[in-house]
Nanobody, 124 residues
């Protein structure tokens, strides 16, 4: 089993920066893909960014490309998501998800493990 614990989030002013952390524990060596998803009120869950634990390759959704960076600290088994130039449309519940296989990044059902969500609210 794998556990994901998310921290960070909160209220941020438009144009500001956020940094989310996802600490991974348990059978971490089994994980091949880790991604950040978000879900706005009344909206579908969508992928924001992903990282391959094997190659370190990254993926970004068009909506955040150029404003987001996903990174990892292998020593701490932690994945980070940093976003800048935040917009009102970035307001959502953000989730960390992990998969023991290589998955299509935006296929939420492909992720076996999910952390608890953290609310990010961007205000003008």
């Amino acid at each position: 089993e794998v556990q994901l614990v998310v921290s960070g989030g909160g209220s941020v002013r438009a144009g500001g920066t956020l940094r989310l952390s996802c600490e991974v524990s348990g059978e971490t060596s089994s994980i091949k893909s880790i991604a950040w998803f978000r879900q706005g009120l009344g909206e579908e869950r969508e992928v924001v960014a992903g990282i391959s634990t094997r190659s370190g390759g990254t993926y970004y959704a068009d909506s955040v490309r150029g404003r987001a960076a996903i990174s990892r600290d292998n020593a701490k088994n932690t994945i980070f998501l940093e976003m800048n130039s935040l917009k009102a449309e970035d307001t959502a519940m953000y989730f960390c998800a992990a998969a023991p296989t290589f998955v299509r990044w935006n296929w939420a059902r492909g992720y076996k493990y999910w952390g608890q969500g953290t609310q990010v609210t961007v205000s003008s």
